[in-house]
C-alpha cells in the first residue's frame, strides 16, 4: 500500500489513504482506521502518547485531511545527505543516543540543495562531496518552545570517498560518524534509529 502521504508523529508512521485494499500489504503493527469512526484529532492524540505503533487512516478525500492536519503547525525546511562511497559504504552520525543522516535547517537565503551539501559538510567535516538526485522526502512533527512544529527534511544522494577525515560537529551532539556497509546497517542502525531513516534504507534495498 502507498500512503498519498505520511507523517511521523512521536516517530510513529501516519498514512493518509482514501481507498483501503485488504490484498495490500501495510507493515506489521500498523492499525487501520476510518475517518467514519475516529477523527484526525483522535488519531494524532493515539500517536503522541504511544497508545498506536502506527496508523493508516482512510477518509474520502486524503488531500483535505492532509491539509486538516498540516494546518497547525509551524513548518520547518531541512535537508540532509544519504552519502556513499567507492566501497559502497554509507556513512551515518550517532546523535543522543541514536544512529541518524546527517541533515539541518534550510537558511532563508539557499535552495535546498545548497542545505543539503552545506549540513553534511558541517555535521561530517567532509571536504570531498559530489550532490547527486533527491531521493525522497519525509515528514516528523515535534514540539519547540510551546510551538507544534511539522519539520520537512529533503534527502538526497550524495557520494564521497572512504579516505576523508571524518570530524563530528560536537556542538551539534554528534558523537560519532562511521561508514557502514549494508550488514553493518542491519546489525547496529535498524533497530537503533528513527522511522524515516529505515524508510530511506529501505529505497536503497537495505
Request: proline share 3%; with cysteine; glycine share 6%.
Amino acid at each position: 500500500m502507498i500512503p498519498a502521504h505520511k507523517v511521523y508523529i512521536n516517530d510513529r508512521p501516519l498514512w493518509f489513504n482514501g481507498i483501503y485494499d485488504k490484498n495490500k500489504k501495510i507493515p506489521d503493527g500498523m492499525e487501520v482506521l476510518s475517518s467514519e469512526t475516529h477523527s484526525l484529532e483522535e488519531v494524532v492524540h493515539m500517536l503522541e502518547h504511544s497508545k498506536s505503533k502506527g496508523i493508516v487512516f482512510l477518509s474520502e478525500n486524503p488531500e483535505q485531511s492532509w491539509k486538516s492536519f498540516v494546518y497547525p503547525y509551524t513548518l520547518i525546511e531541512a535537508a540532509g545527505g544519504l552519502v556513499k562511497n567507492e566501497k559502497g559504504e554509507y556513512l551515518f552520525i550517532f546523535r543522543r543516543g541514536k544512529w541518524d543522516l546527517p541533515k539541518g535547517k534550510a537558511e532563508y537565503d539557499e535552495s535546498i540543495a545548497e542545505t543539503a551539501y552545506r549540513e553534511v559538510q558541517e555535521e561530517c567535516g567532509l571536504k570531498v562531496l559530489e550532490l547527486k538526485e533527491e531521493l525522497c522526502k519525509t515528514f516528523h512533527t515535534y514540539s519547540e518552545k510551546g510551538k507544534h512544529i511539522l519539520k520537512k527534511t529533503h534527502w538526497f544522494k550524495m557520494d564521497s570517498l572512504s579516505t576523508e577525515k571524518l570530524i563530528p560537529q560536537t556542538e551539534e551532539d554528534i558523537t560519532k560518524i562511521k561508514w557502514l556497509n549494508a550488514e553493518e546497517i542491519r546489525e547496529k542502525v535498524v533497530g537503533d534509529t528513527f522511522g524515516s531513516v529505515r524508510e530511506i534504507l529501505g529505497l536503497v534495498g537495505i
